[in-house]
């Protein structure tokens, strides 16, 4: 299979959130969200892919002292502008791997040369990637799940990482995508819990749920994903809360994550934080019965330092603790799990064939039998097209929950004009459905996402929007 990229265009469209999303560092209430169209030749005839993603503020790059406008917002159009360039090859590559190669390999070095951080490099890699992945699917007539299994794309998993040698992707993918998955939902720093912590003013009138345990009832939600804040005097009595508010709605079937959005310095200061919140018999029941992990709490320039290994090697009872910000090359997962941490999370905009091999990665055999995880996170993806693709991911990739907050900080699809509503309200009804405002919104059932649709479309998309409805991006 012979491919050139020969044209990438960009279209933008600004979206703000029903109420601010906090998270780490960041208060989103709104955010530029970008679509990538690319036109490629794919033996010797040409194919459209398009990608997506918000662009968040402070998660790519974590600096307090930038301001997101004026510093961080143009830093990552150039890093993905020039993606852009290194996916416009003049000569046609033999298949998509070696394309992806290439295209990865000159963005690290471009990104090592001007001083780039590598997890906003790869961000330009993985929306190329992504488009190219859509329009391989098209020229397959394939889902994604079974261009990644049949490896239509030629990955040599060996050249990412040796330990893979001899691995493909049939070894290390299900055979069949997973057809639902639970969704994980979002407690944001600035969340109400209930009902009655809004102010009137504040309230909304979208019929979608706003509260906590407003978002349970509608969407019978059972896993969770909090958020910690790295103060003790705020984590300490909403984790109280917290547990007595989900143990009565939910009861036992309920699991959470939490996440420390990079607020420790060090291992060893989450270690005292965890200690001092576990003193608490409530908050310590909870995480004995339910804690499924936790996800990056040191901070990504200090979360790979060797004198991690020494605190995690001491804490007998540490809890498992995966990275995600600190996941931003290809050795970054096997650096980890020599340090002691128990996996990596899955998020599109890190990468999809990194993914597959991180998912090689954990499937190996781990001293003392150590249960390794690769989870599935979120940047508030959307659809029609970011989240899709991404639970089109999540679901070839075996994962049984994911978290979403998208549906939760937007309100539904409505930023969008009623043409794309329509289409992917025919397209998708697993997915979404309208509410009794007319509001196209996705529709758990049960705390889970039906994915069908999805599995059965082209890298979950069933047909290209329409991307003239919104201005070129031209940066």
Not at 157 to 173: E, Q, Y
Not at 248 to 272: C, H, I, P, W
Not at 333 to 352: E, F, Q, R, V, W
Not at 434 to 463: E, F, K, T
Request: aromatic letters at 6%.
């Amino acid at each position: 299979m012979s491919m050139q990229v020969h044209q990438i265009d960009f279209h933008r469209l600004d979206m703000q959130t029903r109420f601010p999303f906090r998270y780490g560092i960041a208060s989103m209430c709104e955010v530029p969200h970008l679509f990538v169209r690319m036109h490629v030749e794919i033996d010797n005839q040409m194919w459209q892919g398009t990608s997506s993603e918000g662009l968040p503020p402070k998660w790519f790059t974590k600096n307090p002292e930038t301001d997101f406008k004026a510093d961080d917002l143009p830093e990552m159009l150039t890093v993905i502008k020039q993606a852009a360039r290194f996916a416009m090859t003049r000569d046609s590559h033999r298949d998509f791997f070696s394309w992806w190669m290439d295209l990865s390999d000159q963005q690290t070095a471009w990104a090592a040369e001007n001083g780039q951080p590598p997890l906003l490099a790869n961000l330009g890699v993985s929306l190329m990637e992504r488009a190219a992945l859509d329009a391989t699917c098209r020229q397959q007539r394939s889902s994604l799940s079974t261009v990644l299994f049949q490896n239509r794309l030629g990955i040599d998993l060996s050249a990412i990482r040796s330990h893979l040698t001899g691995k493909r992707p049939s070894d290390i993918l299900p055979s069949q995508p997973r057809s639902r998955v639970q969704l994980r939902h979002t407690i944001g720093l600035g969340d109400p819990l209930t009902e009655s912590e809004i102010p009137v003013e504040e309230k909304l009138e979208d019929n979608l749920p706003q509260s906590l345990t407003s978002s349970i009832d509608r969407y019978g939600l059972r896993y969770f994903k909090i958020k910690l804040s790295g103060r003790l005097d705020a984590d300490l009595p909403r984790m109280r809360s917290l547990s007595k508010l989900l143990r009565e709605r939910v009861g036992e079937s309920m699991r959470f994550t939490l996440d420390g959005n990079e607020q420790y310095a060090t291992m060893a200061s989450f270690k005292n934080h965890w200690q001092e919140l576990n003193n608490d018999a409530s908050i310590r029941g909870m995480v004995n019965q339910s804690l499924l992990f936790v996800e990056q709490p040191v901070h990504r320039d200090t979360a790979l330092r060797p004198e991690v290994k020494d605190t995690l090697e001491d804490w007998r009872e540490a809890p498992p603790v995966i990275i995600d910000e600190s996941d931003a090359e290809i050795d970054s997962l096997p650096t980890a799990l020599d340090l002691g941490y128990a996996g990596t999370s899955h998020k599109n905009c890190k990468g999809i064939i990194k993914s597959i091999a991180a998912l090689g990665t954990i499937q190996r055999e781990q001293p003392g039998n150590r249960k390794l995880i690769l989870s599935a996170e979120d940047l508030g993806n959307i659809g029609p097209v970011a989240l899709l693709q991404d639970l089109a991911v999540v679901a070839s990739l075996g994962i049984s929950h994911v978290e979403r907050n998208g549906h939760h900080y937007f309100a539904g699809l409505s930023m969008f004009p009623a043409p794309i509503q329509n289409q992917t309200a025919q397209d998708h009804p697993d997915l979404y459905q309208r509410n009794a405002s007319d509001l196209l919104a996705l529709q758990p059932r049960n705390g889970q996402l039906q994915l069908d649709s999805v599995n059965a479309a082209p890298m979950g998309i069933s047909q290209h929007i329409d991307l003239q409805h919104f201005p070129h991006w031209d940066f």
